[in-house]
């Protein structure tokens, strides 16, 4: 079983997968996510991050797209955890 | 016939027929490479969003008509959020006809502007690229069902390889404008899902060794190393083949066949007098000496040829190298961090990096960027703190002679000078830096037959654009010294050249020169017999100084005249200092 939980990209570990529930952000935000494929309904893997607050790399669909710090505390997401 | 153009230049339209087909897709998808293919003009294509940020023009044979065919930035909306998507929103309203340049393996995010495009009046034609990709990445595009849905024709195409690109042009004409209401973002989304449901299924796949690689280069702790690799192996590689080539062929064809040549001239000319001195320049003990004499036919010819041309084409193989693999996006993700101090994000390191090659297109490609803030920092960190290849081969010819020491003294100051000039600029300069949003592309192995192609048009652009210059500069130089007026210009500025500097008073006509070439200026230093640290002075200022005349223009253009006198100031300002600090310090 799983349960759901959710959580910013930003929170995500790298290789976790989820949904995007929705962008807290403006509509110039929102836009230019949805543009690149990020919006609510899609699932989305984290690939990498960089320290010190560095951008986030995620996947979507077949396309990475690499997002700043702040963008990615800006997009919440479902992620599945595996119930130990 | 065709040109290209670059800028933000409008056209009417014309009222009837097909007269303007404009190319338009996302960024990255391949469009470059198909204006090419249709229209036969050679483009620069890379794999990164945003290399075409000027659009350009060519023209195809279409029954009997000439067409006239427009490479447009790519966008992913017609909502601009940059200056490259400004173009091609302002651009759309000028075609008769779209060619819709769509990524197969991206089917559902491109549909979006292929939505946008559809919804208006212009007839459209959807090219469904990178065909080949989809099967190893496990994906199956049921095109017939997509041209239904979508109510226009759409062709699976290859475009490097040339795959389905006559069959596109044979059905150009069908292109038909379905007239799709408008509707809002949401509503689009939820058309392109139903879509997508109906024509794309995907199947898994196993990762192939390029994509593990993919991922190894964008995660910190393999990505950093290897970037570091990356850039050494790149710039090895560059000196390697710059030096190989300056030592075994070009180095023995003006010494061995010039030179005797050249000798013979000399003595027909009476080995002195003022059109032997222009032509040929001052013997050397009796001998000529490519960097010093400074002869229209003897410098003037060895600056471009002999020392210039060998790096330009070591530099532009491995950047090209590097573009089509698709690697600089991810040294963008990596360096974001470093990029944000200087007021800028990570893929503001693309211009820079463009710009270690001539600075003109590098300024041009800040159009990247999203704010004008950003734009004028990253502009003006090229313009002052980039060394262009012309100067880099340069500096490598006079300085290298020294010693590696002192070029990588130039190196290091220039990239002092890039970090701290950045760091002010982010703390001065109002306004707002936005953060990192772009695609990374998948690797692709470089397509050689295009990679050439790139190569051929970079150096031949060099010679096109730089040999008439350098030559006019050197017969305008050997002309103003007969006439004295260097001597009279020298003086005037020697306070600040000799005072601050510590150069001969003579070096104010390299700074002078340097405004129409660089790498003419920086060989005005050589027969001023100058030691290793004044040479070191020398090039930095004018690396730093201003920028030659086509960057001036350039910088102009895009920043606008107060942006490029801003720039100028600052530049005026940090040479003085930097050149005053290195002569105390070396």
């Known amino acids: 079983m799983s349960e759901k939980r959710q959580i910013t990209v930003r929170q995500m570990n790298a290789g976790q997968s989820g949904a995007v529930i929705e962008i807290l952000g403006g509509h110039g935000l929102v836009n230019r996510l949805s543009s690149l494929g990020i919006r609510p309904g899609k699932r989305i893997t984290k690939v990498s991050s960089m320290f010190l607050r560095g951008p986030v790399t995620i996947q979507v669909d077949r396309t990475r797209v690499a997002i700043g710090f702040g963008m990615a505390g800006k997009i919440v997401v479902d992620v599945e955890e595996e119930k130990r | 016939m065709s040109s290209s153009c670059h800028g933000t230049g409008g056209e009417d339209a014309r009222p009837t027929g097909l007269k303007k087909i404009l190319l338009m897709g996302n960024p990255n998808v391949g469009k470059s490479v198909f204006f090419s293919r249709i229209t036969g ?13 000027g659009f350009t023009r060519g023209s195809m044979k279409l029954g009997d008509d000439e067409v006239e065919v427009i490479d447009v930035p790519g966008a ?38 292929t939505l946008e495009l559809l919804e208006r009046q212009t007839p459209v034609i959807v090219a469904l690229n990178f065909a080949d990709d989809t099967e190893h990445r496990g994906i199956e595009i049921d095109v017939a069902k997509l041209e239904s849905l979508l109510g226009v024709p759409v062709v699976p195409t290859v475009a490097v390889s040339g795959r389905g690109i006559k069959e596109l042009v044979d059905r150009i004409t069908e292109a038909t404008s379905p007239e799709f209401h408008h509707r809002s973002r949401d509503e689009r989304w939820v058309a392109i899902g139903n879509i997508i449901a109906e024509v794309q299924s995907l199947t898994h796949r196993h990762h192939t060794w390029l994509e593990k690689l993919e991922d190894a280069s964008i995660k910190p ?24 080539l300056i030592g075994y062929v070009l180095n023995p064809i003006f010494e061995n066949l010039w030179a005797p040549l050249m000798m013979r001239l000399s003595a027909l000319l009476g080995s002195s007098g003022f059109l032997h001195d222009l032509l040929i320049g001052r013997l050397i003990n009796g001998e000529i000496d490519f960097f010093q004499s400074f002869g229209v036919l003897t410098t003037g010819l060895y600056i471009p040829f002999g020392a210039v041309l060998p790096y330009v084409f070591s530099f532009y193989l491995v950047l090209g190298l590097i573009e089509d693999l698709g690697y600089l996006p991810r040294l963008a993700v990596l360096l974001d961090n470093i990029m944000h101090r200087i007021g800028l994000h990570g893929y503001a390191i693309i211009p820079t990096m463009l710009g270690l090659g001539c600075n003109v297109p590098a300024i041009m490609a800040t159009r990247v960027l999203e704010s004008r803030r950003e734009r004028f920092i990253a502009a003006t960190l090229i313009s002052i703190g980039i060394p262009c290849a012309a100067s880099q081969a340069m500096i490598f010819g006079l300085v290298g002679a020294h010693g590696a020491q002192y070029v990588a003294m130039v190196y290091g100051t220039l990239f002092a000078v890039w970090i701290v000039l950045g760091v002010i600029l982010n703390r001065v300069v109002r306004g707002f830096s936005p953060e990192l949003l772009i695609e990374i592309p998948p690797y692709r192995i470089p397509h050689l037959r295009a990679l050439a192609t790139k190569l051929w048009m970079r150096v031949y652009g060099f010679l096109r654009d730089a040999l008439p210059i350098i030559l006019a500069a050197i017969f305008v130089i050997g002309i103003l010294y007969t006439l004295g007026v260097f001597d009279y210009i020298a003086n005037l500025a020697a306070p600040v050249v000799s005072g601050l500097f510590g150069l001969p008073k003579d070096a104010v006509i390299a700074i002078v020169v340097g405004f129409l070439r660089k790498d003419v200026a920086i060989g005005m230093l050589a027969p001023l017999s100058l030691s290793a640290g004044q040479l070191v002075v020398g090039s930095v200022v004018l690396a730093m100084f201003f920028p030659c005349i086509a960057a001036f223009v350039v910088l102009a253009r895009e920043l606008g005249v107060r942006g490029m006198l801003g720039a100028t100031g600052i530049m005026l300002v940090a040479a003085i200092i930097v050149g005053s600090l290195l002569n105390l310090v070396l």
């Open chain 2, 41 to 53: 003009v050679r483009v620069i294509a890379s794999n990164y969003p945003g290399t075409t940020v």
């Open chain 2, 76 to 113: 992913y909306s017609l909502e601009p959020t940059n200056k490259a998507e400004e173009v091609a929103a302002t651009m759309v309203a000028e075609g008769d006809l779209v060619i819709n340049v769509v990524d197969a393996t991206n089917l559902e995010r491109n549909l979006y502007l």
């Open chain 2, 221 to 244: 702790l393999t990505g950093l190393p290897l970037a570091a690799l990356v850039l050494a192996i790149s710039f090895l590689a560059i000196r390697f083949i710059g030096e190989v």
